[in-house]
């Protein structure tokens, strides 16, 4: 019989800073199970890490992993203490993250179909957009700040003794976040609070408004610790030639004599020599002030200043992506150049729309991002190998720019590319079919739950009743009970009212432990012939499958494609004959055959494609990639790359603009 592999895990040191900041449920993170992390697939058009050389500023790098950019699909909590695990402990230069900021918003990505206007015969472009929830921002105050707790522990774990780490906030919870950084790494390694500008709203009301309407966010810079310097950067601000005192303060004797008949005024001394003085007044540097006779230098007229903690010049967010929360490339630069230096690793376990690993790569930087949103992952995904193809052609001599920022110019001598490939894996099979916001979404609507925007732990109300969704990867099970318990005791019985749990099927013991549960319950209310009526935390079940009513809409018809592939000479010829997505005609509540009497190319449905012409079975090696880059442009649906010499197995991934994918496998070509 096989021994059992042990589990592998990390531990912590306790965070040693002051003052501590205490809520409901505080518990210092000592420790974590690693999980796992699998490989999905692999970016590398230069081919770059089949080379055997090894490749400068890589010594340090973990042996698990290949010498690229890193995706981890995943919670990042845990993918953080695998990366503790496996090698990147103190290896991390700057961590650039912006959480959620408790904001109890809903963050929509605006899906819309290529090419397509007006496609429900209204006027308006917007028409034709579908808003796709990426996740929620509701939290109660305690869960909030045991997540950044945790999740701050974890990262100063992988920093560098010199490093850094950068939090983006709004005021919702910054001053609670400023308190746990204090804590976490010790309020002595506070540098900044950078203020940065939002766009700007004007939302007013006849009769007033409650609050005025937030102007800037908030960006905690601190430090590891030990000797660190900031290189400041620069901002616009042109001066003309101008003349400034020559003394400076404190005594200092071989700095006082007489000058133009003026002694240092008390306790002050001039800036020169004596002789270094007649060099500059011989120059025409030094003057007496003409109105006071006071010795002055010039100083040369300057374009640039250096910035101080106000950006009032650059805004946080930027659009586009079409991706929630997306930040200012701009803005990450500055960041990334003040802290760090070409070959230096970033972070950002709140990867996003992929702003920070974006730059990371424009700026000659290694880089790692993690976040447990799929869309997040593939919208990162795209925008890399955008970058990298154009880096390519740069470096091939087809390219006319390189490395060019929002609204700013190209570098003139931008670093070149830590690497010209990254590799996405998945953490602790953290994948699912249908993203349970987006599941949870087509469950409100249909049975007709009020969301909450409130309440971080129930989805909702149906009537005077509270509703939990369970997860969708996973039958009703006693856990998922026992969190509701904990939640009720955590509340101590401020709250009476029924529970609804919705959920895709029911273990045998979760059935067993609700009659437990239920058969103990005080009663609220009787009715007219005395009889309980209500039930104090009575749990009622609702089985979305198990019901006829609610069985179809959750059944999920996934998209399809149907691909072809053959070898014309030297050549594999892919081309790709239909394609259609049920669920963006379900989105969009159109028939069928009215949605295909409307949008006569399937491509507007696709988008992006991702060929593997020596698919293993495994990893999925992206050897060729469509990527539109503007909203109106289409895929080509038709390739050739070269053909091997043997028989092969090509491997084609659509996605569509929704994010679903379709994997075709076709063998023996």
């Given at each position: 019989?096989?021994?059992?592999?042990?589990?592998?895990?990390i531990?912590l040191?306790?965070?040693k800073g002051?003052p501590?900041l205490?809520w409901l449920g505080k518990?210092?993170?000592?420790?974590m199970?690693?999980?796992?992390?699998?490989?999905?697939?692999?970016?590398?058009?230069s081919?770059e890490?089949?080379a055997?050389?090894?490749r400068q500023?890589w010594?340090d790098?973990?042996?698990?992993?290949p010498?690229?950019g890193l995706?981890?699909?995943g919670?990042?909590?845990?993918a953080?203490?695998?990366?503790?695990?496996?090698g990147?402990?103190?290896?991390v230069?700057?961590?650039?993250?912006?959480?959620p900021?408790d904001?109890?918003?809903?963050?929509?990505?605006?899906v819309?179909?290529r090419g397509?206007?007006?496609?429900l015969g209204?006027e308006?472009?917007g028409?034709s957009?579908?808003?796709?929830?990426?996740?929620?921002?509701?939290?109660?105050n305690?869960?909030?700040?045991?997540?950044?707790?945790?999740?701050?522990?974890?990262?100063?774990?992988?920093l560098?003794?010199?490093g850094?780490?950068?939090?983006h906030l709004n005021?919702?919870?910054?001053?609670?976040?400023?308190c746990i950084?204090d804590e976490?790494?010790?309020g002595s390694n506070f540098i900044?609070?950078?203020?940065?500008?939002r766009?700007?709203?004007?939302?007013s009301?006849a009769n007033?408004?409650?609050?005025l309407?937030e102007g800037c966010?908030?960006i905690?810079?601190y430090?590891?610790?030990g000797?660190v310097r900031?290189?400041?950067?620069?901002?616009y601000s042109?001066?003309?030639?101008?003349?400034?005192?020559?003394?400076?303060?404190?005594?200092?004797?071989n700095?006082?004599?007489?000058l133009?008949g003026k002694m240092?005024?008390p306790n002050r001394?001039w800036?020169?020599?004596?002789e270094?003085?007649?060099?500059?007044?011989?120059?025409?540097?030094?003057?007496?002030?003409?109105?006071?006779?006071w010795?002055?230098?010039?100083?040369?007229?300057?374009?640039?200043?250096d910035r101080d903690?106000?950006?009032?010049?650059?805004t946080?967010?930027a659009?586009?992506t079409g991706y929630?929360?997306?930040?200012k490339e701009?803005?990450i630069?500055?960041?990334i150049?003040?802290?760090?230096n070409?070959?230096?690793l970033v972070l950002d376990?709140?990867?996003g729309?992929g702003?920070?690993?974006a730059v990371?790569?424009?700026?000659?930087?290694?880089w790692i991002?993690?976040d447990?949103n799929k869309?997040?992952?593939q919208t990162t995904?795209k925008?890399?190998?955008?970058i990298?193809?154009k880096?390519?052609?740069k470096?091939?001599?087809?390219g006319a720019?390189?490395?060019?920022?929002?609204g700013m110019e190209?570098?003139k001598?931008p670093?070149?590319?830590a690497?010209?490939?990254?590799a996405v894996?998945r953490i602790?099979n953290y994948?699912?079919?249908?993203?349970?916001?987006?599941a949870?979404?087509?469950v409100?609507q249909?049975i007709?739950?009020t969301?909450s925007?409130?309440d971080?732990?129930?989805?909702?109300?149906l009537?005077?009743?509270l509703?939990?969704?369970?997860?969708v990867?996973?039958?009703l099970?006693p856990?998922?009970?026992?969190?509701?318990?904990?939640e009720?005791e955590?509340?101590?019985?401020?709250?009476?009212?029924?529970i609804?749990m919705?959920?895709l099927g029911a273990?045998a013991?979760?059935k067993?432990?609700?009659?437990h549960?239920?058969?103990?319950r005080?009663?609220?209310?009787?009715?007219?012939?005395?009889q309980?009526l209500?039930?104090?935390n009575?749990?009622e079940v609702?089985?979305l499958?198990?019901?006829?009513?609610?069985s179809?809409f959750?059944?999920?018809?996934?998209a399809k494609?149907e691909v072809?592939?053959e070898?014309q000479g030297?050549?594999l010829k892919i081309?790709?004959?239909?394609f259609?997505?049920?669920?963006?005609?379900?989105?969009?509540?159109?028939?069928?055959?009215?949605?295909?009497?409307?949008i006569s190319?399937?491509?507007s449905m696709v988008?992006?494609?991702e060929?593997d012409?020596?698919?293993n079975g495994?990893?999925f090696?992206?050897?060729?990639?469509d990527?539109p880059?503007?909203?109106?442009?289409?895929?080509?649906?038709v390739?050739?790359?070269?053909?091997?010499?043997q028989s092969?197995t090509?491997?084609?991934?659509i996605t569509?603009?929704?994010?679903e994918e379709?994997?075709?496998?076709?063998q023996?070509v």
């Open positions: 019989m096989a021994e059992k592999t042990p589990k592998e895990e531990k040191e306790e965070a002051r501590l205490t518990r210092p993170l000592s420790g199970v690693v999980r796992p992390a699998q490989p999905m697939h692999i970016f590398d058009p081919g890490l089949k055997e050389a090894p500023n010594s790098w973990s042996s698990h992993y010498t690229s995706l981890f699909f919670d990042n909590k845990e953080l203490a695998h990366l503790i695990a496996k990147f402990r103190h290896k230069k700057l961590i650039y993250i912006d959480p900021f904001s109890g918003a809903d963050y929509v990505r605006k819309q179909l397509v206007k007006n496609l209204i308006g472009e028409q957009l579908v808003e796709q929830t990426q996740y929620r921002d509701i939290w109660n305690d869960s909030y700040l045991q997540f950044m707790y945790d999740r701050l522990s974890l990262l100063k774990e992988l560098k003794d010199d850094f780490i950068a939090v005021s919702t919870r910054i001053h609670y976040v400023k950084l976490v790494f010790d900044n609070e950078i203020v940065v500008k766009i700007r709203k004007n939302f009301g007033g408004v409650v609050s309407n966010d908030y905690l810079l430090s590891k610790g000797e900031l290189k400041p950067p620069k901002i042109p001066k003309e030639e101008r003349w400034h005192s020559f003394d400076a303060p404190s005594v200092r004797l700095l006082s004599y007489e133009f240092p005024p001394h800036m020169r020599t004596q270094e003085a007649q060099k500059m007044i011989k120059a025409g540097e030094l003057r007496p002030n003409p109105n006071t006779g010795p002055e230098y010039s100083i040369e007229a300057t374009e640039l200043m903690t106000l950006w009032e010049d650059i946080a967010s659009f586009t929630p929360t997306e930040k701009e803005l630069k500055l960041f150049e003040m802290t760090t070409p070959g230096d376990c709140f990867v729309s702003t920070t690993v990371a790569q424009k700026l000659g930087r290694r991002g993690c447990l869309g997040a992952i995904s925008r890399l190998q955008t990298i193809q880096q390519l052609e470096s091939n001599g087809n720019k390189q490395n060019g920022f929002d190209p570098p001598q670093p070149p590319p690497q010209l490939s990254f894996y602790n994948d699912l079919q249908i993203q349970h916001n987006e949870v979404e087509l409100c249909q007709g739950v969301r925007k409130t971080s732990f129930f989805d909702g109300t009537g005077n009743k509703v939990k969704i369970v997860p990867d996973h039958p099970t856990l998922d009970l026992e969190a509701v318990k904990r009720l955590a509340r101590r019985g401020e709250e009476q009212r029924a609804v919705l959920c273990q013991d979760a067993e432990w609700l009659e549960w239920n058969k103990f005080g009663i609220v209310k009787l009715d007219e012939g005395n309980p209500e039930f104090v009575k749990i609702v089985d499958y198990g019901d006829g009513k609610y179809g959750l059944a999920h018809d996934p494609a072809k592939a070898r030297e050549k081309t790709i004959t239909t259609i997505s049920p669920t963006i005609i379900k989105r969009l509540k159109l028939d069928a055959n009215l949605f295909q009497a409307r190319d399937w491509r988008n992006s494609v060929l012409p020596a698919y495994n990893v090696n992206v050897v060729f990639s990527l880059e503007k909203k109106n442009d289409l895929i080509v649906g390739y050739e790359l070269p053909a091997p010499a092969t090509i491997a084609i991934r569509d603009m929704l994010g379709v994997l075709k496998v076709i023996n």
